[in-house]
DNA sequence: GTTTTATATGTAAGTATTGACATATGGTTC
DNA sequence: GAACCATATGTCAATACTTACATATAAAAC
């Protein structure tokens, strides 16, 4: 099984959806750690029911194109279950803007600073998302008695790391125009 | 070009180096936030050179194997130089642990745990070897006058992205840890 | 003496992901 | 009336990366 498969998988865990519902889910930075296209989905979702991890039922439609919703199944749910405790590696870290501050003596400190200033202000602005949905989640989660085994959990401590993220990636990005300005005005 | 040529380019901007050299420089977490295998970089060499952005000596050797140095060329550091500047999306985040962090709701606990006991000794270990290293690094920069066009200060910019990175993912990890701790005695 | 390790360079098959192509419905905007 | 957008599901080619296969030298460990 593939980590897009547990994805899948993972969400359904908390309720039906179509294909389409996911690829919302997953094409953006909204709530959580993992994205695809749906290009990518289909066919992985096409794999989980043939292997049994899902069923799906067909739902016409009349003011809409007609859909597929799919269900995880007892099968799904004991290898996602097995799967969630499961070791697994450090993922590898692969970022261009780093890449880039590595060569950053080669650039002049003026032409640079606007890099650094635009992905200063995209992870501010993702942080702020982060943590009024973060509120929210908060708000939900007390009302289940914030109890460990309720997805609202699960939505907290992926959305505690995001803000972690974040915040820490806008500060190395205003900490790197700091030595830029510095640079500059010497 | 892709991002790895950059990669490639940006270290031989420093250095001639042989194949070799540089996968061991991006085989694992030293003092870079890239990583690629020698069966990635040797082909990615070859097309650096059908390009002209790197020249190739080779070199005889008794005691070992012959091999081959790479040196870049004006035209590769024309385009290292225009790429450095040149705007960058921001990364895709795809982490499993953070996702299995999603799907805790469904796990006991107690079999949870470790796996976050595990990562966070992983995080606070690498955090611990880039600290070191930046204490090294911040002294070679030093001697130069702490100027923003020596490849010291490229290093330590990637290092210091490095260490923010480690501190905030073990600190998540014991986060994590304190919530399932409190789950388990509750 | 045999195995293992470090040096040194490659290829090939498979997987994961992206971007483009493809089609259809119905409502909204211009 | 035409163009565009959200819903809805798919395929295909290309790229990026991993894992395994493949070979050769010489020193060091056992």
Redesign the interface.
């Known amino acids: 099984m593939t980590?897009l498969g547990?994805?899948l998988l993972?969400l359904l865990?908390r309720a039906p959806a179509s294909g389409y519902d996911l690829a919302q889910k997953l094409k953006g930075p909204v709530d959580?750690?993992?994205?695809a296209r749906h290009s990518q989905i289909y066919p992985e979702l096409a794999r989980l029911e043939q292997d049994g991890y899902v069923v799906v039922q067909h739902v016409p439609q009349t003011e809409r194109p007609d859909k597929k919703i799919y269900r995880i199944t007892d099968a799904g749910?004991t290898v996602?279950?097995a799967?969630?405790?499961a070791?697994?590696?450090?993922?590898?870290?692969?970022?261009?803007?780093?890449?880039?501050?590595?060569?950053?003596?080669?650039?002049?400190?003026a032409?640079?600073i606007?890099?650094f200033r635009?992905?200063a202000h995209?992870?501010t602005e993702l942080l702020a998302r982060y943590q009024r949905n973060q509120g929210w989640l908060l708000e939900q989660w007390a009302t289940e008695g914030r109890r460990?085994?309720?997805?609202?959990?699960?939505?907290i401590?992926?959305i505690?790391?995001g803000i972690?993220?974040e915040?820490?990636?806008a500060?190395?990005c205003r900490?790197?125009i700091e030595?830029?300005e510095q640079?500059i005005s010497d």
């Open positions: 980590t547990h994805v993972g865990a959580f750690f993992w994205q749910t996602l279950k799967w969630v405790i070791p697994v590696e450090v993922p590898v870290v692969r970022d261009e803007l780093v890449l880039k501050a590595y060569c950053l003596w080669l650039a002049h400190p032409a640079a606007e890099l635009a992905h995209h992870h460990i085994d309720s997805p609202w959990f699960g939505s401590a992926s505690q790391r972690g993220y915040q820490e990636y500060a190395w900490w790197m030595q830029l640079a």
